[in-house]
Nanobody
Framework: VQLQASGGGPVQAGGSLRLSCVVSGGTFSNYAMGWFRQAPGKERMILAVISAGAGSRYYSDPAKGRFTISRDNAENTLYLQMNNLQPEDAAVYYC???????????????????WGRGTLVTVSS
């Protein structure tokens, strides 16, 4: 199973980006999915997670009100719409799958067994 994240890049403060994560080689529609990020010198943190059927979502505080997680199971793709980006949002963004969870959301990052390489987001003030 491979996860390929894309959509990162430079953006000015207040701008928006849409990240995508294409999953291949597995049954995407059976996986709980999540977006995480890691800034230089900081630990990886959870941002948003979504259940396999998209019926449940969870957002951490930095993501609430600005980020939206969604998925298209027909296209095996996970999305993260990010609005009003700020310099503190600069990080490498990762998508991940919990291949064992077909029903609810998976919140601790330790539950995720499949990870993509990440896409870099830079935000200038």
């Amino acid at each position: 199973v491979q996860l390929q994240a894309s959509g990162g890049g430079p953006v000015q403060a207040g701008g928006s980006l849409r990240l995508s994560c294409v999953v291949s080689g597995g049954t995407f529609s059976n996986y709980a999915m999540g977006w995480f990020r890691q800034a230089p010198g900081k630990e990886r943190m959870i941002l948003a997670v979504i259940s396999a059927g998209a019926g449940s979502r969870y957002y951490s505080d930095p993501a609430k009100g600005r980020f939206t997680i969604s998925r298209d199971n027909a296209e095996n793709t996970l999305y993260l719409q990010m609005n009003n980006l700020q310099p503190e949002d600069a990080a490498v963004y990762y998508c991940a799958a919990d291949s064992k969870n077909r029903h609810g959301v998976s919140i601790p990052s330790t539950l995720y067994d499949l990870w993509g390489r990440g896409t870099l987001v830079t935000v200038s003030s």
